[in-house]
């Protein structure tokens, strides 16, 4: 984005240093997709379209227990044969806390399980360090100098850590790498535990808002090129008769990167490969949250395949008969009585507000998830839960496909 700064001053360059610029390597994510599109003859977002994994967000109000989900969620898949890669987009680190030291690049922790953390920090350094070796042929001397410094300062601008975090999600999604065990050939899901509602919603928005950011800047590029080259033909016409003005090489950037996006625009919103799991508490902030999380998603086109109500407190155990009759109600019985009323009418709620999709109710564990050992309650229940999934089209014969 960092690119635009310098459309103006890149049209007055000469032939010359456009060459630097051409010859300049793509970056290791471009390189990845140019290949990964272009060997089979198909236009990008199309290449291996059967073996694209499914990919499921999870998302929710901090402190509802994404993580938790997402990786009972990742090994109850991984246990059924299926394999999976657990990303975390999360700052918090909570995945690298429940299995133990975690990167930014996959390690396997179980069979057909392989995770990995995003750190924004990281990212952030791959990401400017991606824009300065592009700027680099475009300037010169002290001007190269004051750049450079402006760019370093742009580490700590709004937006700069989300654009890096997004583009090294793009990457994972358009190019995701390959499982770490020789059984599988690629990925059959790809689950990412995100940071707060808030949070995964702006990153979800991004191919949509960017993509018209992209379509902007093209637009303005195209007119200024076509300005230039009216200008050159009048002062070269009789010098240089016939010859063509060289090839833009921030164009080919832009092009490149609207082609990315629309791309990653085409696979999230693909009903049947992306979906949103909401996580919730049965309690009124997070239910209001929820709610209004999944009209947002659904307003940029993206689908919610689900609801998660956790730590739902258990029913009180029954009185058998031959008991000793029950002691007064203490205080502290009083207090859970009421919770669990409460926590029963906004589970309600939750019911009602997603009586379309499929929901699965968790009970508060005695003792919350801390490793792989105490996620094993959680992975029993995650075991039979699949996410919703839009009928398939009415077959030939007339007949309606049963939905899901």
């Given at each position: ?9 890149a049209?007055s ?18 390189e990845?997709y ?6 089979s ?22 402190g ?32 690298g806390?429940?299995f133990?030291?975690?990167?930014g ?9 392989d ?65 770490l ?7 059959r ?54 010859e ?21 625009r ?56 031959g ?11 009083d ?27 968790l009970?508060?564990q ?33 007949c ?5």
């Amino acid at each position: 984005m960092l690119l635009s700064r310098f459309w103006k001053r890149a049209a007055s360059r000469k032939g010359k240093d456009t060459a630097v610029w051409a010859g300049t390597q793509p970056s290791a994510v471009h390189e990845t997709y140019e290949t990964h599109t272009h060997q089979s003859g198909q236009a990008p977002g199309q290449a291996g379209k059967s073996e694209h994994p499914e990919i499921w967000f999870f998302g929710g109000k901090g402190g509802v227990g994404k993580t938790s989900c997402a990786a009972a969620q990742a090994l109850a898949l991984a246990e059924k044969g299926e394999a999976t890669l657990l990303v975390s987009t999360d700052p918090a680190h909570n995945l690298g806390d429940l299995f133990g030291a975690v990167g930014g690049k996959p390690c396997n922790i179980a069979p057909r399980l392989d995770v990995m953390e995003l750190d924004p920090e990281r990212e952030c350094d791959r990401y400017l360090e991606a824009v300065r070796q592009r700027i680099a042929p475009l300037v010169s001397g002290e001007r190269s100098a004051t750049v450079m410094r402006q760019l370093e300062l742009s580490r700590h601008a709004p937006g700069t850590s989300e654009a890096a975090l997004f583009d090294a999600l793009v990457e994972i999604i358009l190019t995701p790498p390959a499982p770490l065990e020789d059984e599988d050939s690629h990925y059959r899901h790809i689950l990412f535990d995100t940071a707060p509602s808030g949070h995964t919603i702006r990153l979800l928005s991004l191919p949509e808002v960017l993509g018209g950011w992209l379509e902007g800047m093209l637009g303005q590029r195209r007119r200024a090129i076509a300005e230039r080259s009216l200008w050159l033909d009048s002062q070269q016409a009789s010098e240089t008769p016939g010859e063509e003005a060289p090839e833009d090489p921030i164009s080919a950037a832009l092009e490149q990167r609207r082609t990315r996006y629309a791309a990653l625009r085409q696979r999230l919103s693909d009903t049947r490969r992306a979906r949103v799991i909401l996580v919730s508490t049965p309690e009124k902030l997070p239910c209001l949250e929820t709610t209004r999380t999944r009209e947002a998603l659904e307003a940029h086109g993206l689908a919610v395949g689900g609801l998660i109500i956790n730590q739902c407190l258990p029913e009180p155990a029954a009185q058998g008969a031959g008991s000793p009759p029950s002691t007064p109600r203490e205080p502290q019985a009083d207090w859970v009585a009421t919770w669990r009323e409460q926590q029963q009418h906004w589970a309600a709620r939750l019911e009602e507000a997603f009586a379309d999709r499929p929901r699965l109710r968790l009970l508060r564990q005695p003792q919350l998830p801390e490793d792989r050992a105490s996620l094993a309650p959680l992975v029993a229940q995650f075991a039979a839960f699949r996410p919703w999934s839009p009928a398939p089209a009415a077959s030939s014969c007339g007949c309606a496909a049963p939905a899901r």
